[in-house]
């Protein structure tokens, strides 16, 4: 399962500070070892012990273009960011905006990991969620989304063939792993 993945690449990379977008329950949040940890939600709905294996935690209820506008990132983390999950709102350019953002506050040996672009039916992947799971209606898959943002593998091996990006099969949508991160390389923004 792809949050026993992260877990183990947070313990095994010895991760100091870690980002998480899209937080929601904190399922995924509690169970990453890291010194310190950033969650960014909209709407929070904590639901989980989100301070297991952390010693400082901050929780910044907005979207994450607004956090990413106001929030100085390396000075709350007294640094740059090692390891970041992003599993946001799940629309392509959403994604592409908190991939660019998050580069630009990473160590360039960082690791940033996304969720939801590897889908398992074509209903998952429509722009609305609504629309997804009405055409889902009776499938194996009814109340699934990942809206599209699978398109930022595709844009990502074209605009910047510079990443190393690896796809894993982590169920239940996949993990899509980009390093070799730049954070002065601002061609996404």
């Not at 809206?147 to 990502?156: N, S, T």
């Amino acid at each position: 399962p792809y949050v026993s993945v992260l877990q183990h690449l947070a313990k095994v990379r010895a991760v100091k500070r870690y980002l998480e977008v899209g937080v929601f329950t904190g399922a995924c949040f509690a169970q990453i070892p890291a010194e310190r940890a950033i969650g960014v939600d909209p709407s929070f709905r904590i639901a989980h012990n989100i301070a297991v294996g952390k010693t400082d935690i901050r929780l910044f209820q907005m979207p994450s273009d607004l956090f990413f506008a106001e929030v100085d990132v390396l000075a709350a983390f007294d640094g740059p960011v090692d390891f970041a999950f992003l599993d946001g709102m799940h629309q392509f350019e959403y994604l592409l905006r908190d991939i660019a953002n998050t580069e630009r506050v990473a160590s360039p040996r960082g690791l940033i990991a996304l969720h939801d672009c590897l889908p398992l039916s074509e209903p998952m992947t429509l722009r609305s969620q609504d629309e997804a799971r009405r055409k889902a209606q009776g499938s194996a898959y009814e109340r699934w989304w990942t809206g599209d943002v699978w398109k930022v593998i595709p844009i990502l091996r074209k605009y910047r063939p510079d990443l190393k990006i690896v796809c894993v099969d982590a169920p239940p949508t996949g993990l899509v792993f980009i390093s070799n991160l730049d954070p002065s390389n601002d061609s996404l923004q």
